[in-house]
């Protein structure tokens, strides 16, 4: 069974006709070619899939796309604005936040809802909200300081 | 000697594709046509396959070809012994083997028709424990090892794959010579590496019928050789097309799925993807040997060590295919010495086929193993001999010229300032802060990888400055390395070296990423390239009579006679040096008595280092590896019951989190000796190994509980402490 769905993905409204089975996180990458979100676990535990639906975050890999249906998305895409980096994704980057990059994509996606709701994150506050995104490469002390970077620099 | 660029603490300003979603990963090509690949996996450990029917499946709307043994060639593969076929023949030896493979429009759509391929199975015995399996009368895995291509011909029974060994002196003798003789056996978990890319490979095959490969492999000419043979192709017939790796720490250097998925390319004539799920990494991955070993050490009255003899049993799982070293075994076996001299040692490692997961390469490969049970070992010896375990350690470390079993002499060995460094900055030797507090140390030192790398670097016309190389980027930072050691010698600023990534057409051989080598042979290739381009623009300066030209006017001067400024450099270093690189560690943890509950309080760790090239990405390496070795101390556990694992998703398979990472104290002592470009060592797989026996050793020191078998969950010290109390 397909079904027609709309969704605002990066501010841009898309149209796409799909099986009810999709997950988003497929709709995402196979059917509007949007592969920056990652698939890790599968199941919802790694975070790699980190997308958010109307602000919120969610794990794109165990949701189905039907169910977002007429909402908001945002994905690792639609972070920069104006060719201009979000200050996370600067951040992660001037502090070696990521190695291999795979669960990249999650970790500012969530960092990103991090800083919206907790402009100034203690590192502890940090630890808790960041803790649905695994990373293996990094040992996580440099997404700490990423994220902390980028809380200063957005206040500047 | 002061550098420009090199040492600076440069970010990754190669990463801008990898925070923005623009990075490609393997499993993110999407080629016109491309269709999926899934493949149906045995539910029994060791079977008889006597029938499978695929009509259902190849009926399935959808559905473009439906694979089994029978429509392949009678080929075995593997890494360096090859005994692994391509799709399950007649026999399945562990749960998640290939029986058959699909593909089909949508990934969805092939996991509908794997469920619709009946087989039927006729159960054989099996066998599981590596103890077991080389009794006499264990069921046999291969009737024949011997007769598979590249297999070691020391077999004391059919189900060990290799023995590897490492001699010094006359052990017998030494014991006989030991006032003291000690004995303990430890076990160590089957372990994934946990990359968070799953493995994920695209094949097509192109007009000019030549074989198109995105792979998440870090090895693409070995890979291109494996292919070769596995597809029986001539070399120059496949490309391997070179993408971003998500996360290898040794697991990614096999053919996995890539032969399948070439078969289901030339049925299909379109080109196929196949994506592991995470489920398929745990049960059919190559994760890290769960080990059985046995330490036996003589001692003489003064703690000098006088005698050891190590026999380890790695419980390799039914394939020996995913091994990529001569031996078919694991080098880090040789750890079994430790850092100390010891004149009389025997070292053994058996490599043990069994009806389990087919295991492979975990960043080093066979150290971790060893360095718990070595460490463990030397502070239980040390208690029995009323010593404190950094005295103990103090009066065996390495020393200048001596010699490892491996045949080395060592030079500039700081085994002893490593060590002092770690005990200071713990605060070693001050009262532990409260009751149920404990501090563990542990040590260990590793080689300088070798290999070989092909670099070219080429003037542009705009007077920038491109590396073309072959080797692939795992995460580590290497390609940001490369480009601060060509500006470095160029003299150009940072961002005036761009690198390109070449493919298999592109150079003849590489040794790719892996054994802590990248920044020894891509640096090293890359810096001699980078002189020769440099003499080549300073003869051309000299020509053009103005030495002060810029280097686009030199290059478009060059350009004008038909001439491009380009310089190769092919590296290769063929064995370890005699320097190598000490670490010490000391953890201090905390034993909750109630609930056995482990938490580490602090972590310290001490590196003997070169010259560091990038220290954000160097200590990256350090923090990396030793929250690994912290997983592996803790938590991580791939359990198995009659071949069986239950920990099937990263639910239950649990990796630290964030929430998981102590607070660290790092101490670099830089010297710069290493053979890496600008004096520099290796440090990828410096942090990993004295973890788990750092923390094992602080939990025996706060709560008295020694665990023997990793990982140290808190049902084991809550145990251990019941025991304790039964016995007072």
Redesign the interface.
Known sequence: MTRVIRLIVNGTSHEVEI?T??TLL?CL??DL???????????G??G?CTVLLDGKMISSCIALAVFADGHAVT???G??EDER?HPV??A?????G????????GQ?VSAKALLDAIPNPSDAQ???W??G????????????ESIRAAAERSRA | MAHRIVGKPI???D???????????S??V?LPGLVWGKALRSPLPHARILRIDTSKAKALAGVLAVLTARDLPDILVGRRMFDMPLLARDRVRFIGERVAVVAAL???IAEEALALIDVEYEDLPAVFDPVEAIKDGAPILHENPGAYDGAPSERPHPNVQSVLRFKLGDVEAGFRASDRVFEHTFRTQLDH??????HAGVVGIDEDGRVQVWASNKMPFRLKELLSQALQLPPAQIRVNLT??????GGKGSVMDLPLAYHLARATGRPVKM?M???EELMAGNPRHPAVITMRTGVSKDGRIVARRVKALFNSGAYAAFKPAPSVNLGGTGMGAGVYRISHLLIEAFCVYSNNIPCGHARSPGEPQMVFAGESHMDMIARELSLDPAEFRRRNLLRDGDLLANGHHLEHVRASETLEAALKASHWSEPKPGPWIGRGAAMTHRHIGVGFTNARVRLESDGTVTLLIALP?????AHLVLRQVVAEVLGLPLDEVEIEIATTDDFTTDSGVGGSRVTHTGGRAAYHAAEKLKEQIQAEAAKLGEPASSLSAIAQAAAREGRTLEASHFYDAKAHGAVTSFTAQVAEVAVDPATGQVTVRHFTTAHDVGTIINP??H??QI??????GLGFALMEEMKTEDGQISTL???DFK?????D?PP?TTVLLEDAVGPGPFNAKAIGEGSISAVAPAIANAVADACGVRILDLPITAEKVYFGLKDTERRS
């Open positions: 099986p089975y999709r497929d990458r196979y070619g949007l592969t920056g979100s990652k698939e890790g676990c599968g199941v535990v790694c790699a994905t690792v895409e972070l920069a980096l994704q600067q992660f980057m001037d502090a070696g990521f190695q291999c990059g795979i669960c990249t994509p500012v940090i630890r808790e960041m803790v995104n695994l990373c293996r490469c990094t040992g996580y002390y440099k997404i700490v | 970010g990754r300003l990463g801008i594709e990898k925070v923005s979603g623009e990075a490609r990963y499993g993110d999407m949508d990934p969805d590496q946990g990359y968070l890319e799953p971003p790796i998500g996360g290898d720490f994506v799920r995470y489920t980027d795992t995460g580590t930072g954000i990405g200590q990256g923090e990396g590896g030793l929250i690994q998703s990263l639910g990796l630290p989190t964030i929430q990472i660290l």
